[in-house]
């Protein structure tokens, strides 16, 4: 049975730092493109970054809002995808969750409807 457990999360103030954990059981992380994305209440869920599959290169892509600020990284051994989130902004407050899948091509990257597999969130809380 797969599943994904994210956190990490948690609330600190504005120009603070967290990193998120997304681990996954069932499958072997890098042989999949996992994405982080985020939704505020009230809002949809948007994309915030995404390592794609060792077999598609490995590369990273960020939305805008988090370019410069984010980054995310796997460490295959661990079965884990990072997000490193700097420079927090309290519009960064969401409840951010990690999706897989495999075959995902480059232009759905950040689609998510392209993600078989989520976690169940955490919430970040970001105050000014």
């Known amino acids: 049975q797969v599943q994904l457990l994210e956190s990490g999360g948690g609330s600190v103030q504005a120009g603070g730092s967290l990193r998120l954990s997304c681990a996954a059981s069932g499958l072997t992380f890098s042989t999949y493109t996992v994405a982080w994305f985020r939704q505020a209440p009230g809002k949809d869920r948007d994309f915030v970054a995404a390592?794609?599959?060792?077999?598609?290169?490995?590369?990273?892509h960020y939305a805008d809002s988090g370019k410069g600020r984010f980054t995310i990284s796997r460490d295959n051994a661990k079965n884990t995808v990072y997000l490193q989130m700097n420079s927090l902004k309290p519009e960064d407050t969401a409840v951010y969750f990690c999706?897989?899948?495999?075959?995902?091509?480059?232009?759905?990257?950040?689609?998510?409807?392209?993600?078989?597999?989520w976690g169940q969130g955490t919430q970040v809380t970001v105050s000014s």
């Open positions: 999706a897989a899948n495999t075959g995902v091509i480059l232009a759905s990257t950040r689609n998510p409807t392209q993600y078989k597999y």
């Open positions: 390592i794609r599959s060792r077999g598609s290169g490995g590369s990273t």
